[in-house]
């Protein structure tokens, strides 16, 4: 069993930038690739962001190319996603998840690759 804890959301003006975390507990975190997807209420949960084991590759998602850093330190069981330039249309719940099952296979955009989730931080960027 994996637990994610997202932290670092809030509210921001557009323009300006955030740092989201997720912290992992019940195992240690090196081994899984980690995702970023975010929901705004009555829509698909979309993927945002993937950051390999080793940290070494990275996927984003095209709408936010550009403005987005996605990170680990792995010896702090903790993954990073910072946001830059942020925009109204931003604003979603933002959650990372876990792929425990990766194995070789390029890293996913989908949400069913993935099997631990966190409970997801609200970011909210107003004009």
């Known amino acids: 069993q994996v637990q994610l804890v997202e932290s670092g959301g809030g509210l921001v003006q557009a323009g300006g930038s955030l740092r989201l975390s997720c912290v992992a507990s019940g195992r240690t975190l090196r081994s899984y690739t980690i995702g970023w997807f975010r929901q705004v209420a009555g829509k698909v949960r979309e993927f945002v962001a993937a950051v390999s084991e080793s940290g070494n590759y990275l996927v984003y998602t095209d709408s936010m190319k550009g403005r987005l850093t996605a990170s680990r330190d792995n010896a702090k069981n903790t993954a990073y996603l910072e946001m830059n330039s942020l925009k109204p249309e931003d604003t979603a719940i933002y959650y990372c998840?876990?792929?425990?099952?990766?194995?070789?296979?390029?890293?996913?955009?989908?949400?069913?690759?993935?099997?631990?989730w966190g409970q997801g931080t609200q970011v909210t960027v107003s004009l």
């Open positions: 998840a876990a792929d425990t099952n990766r194995e070789g296979r390029p890293i996913s955009r989908s949400l069913n690759a993935y099997d631990y």
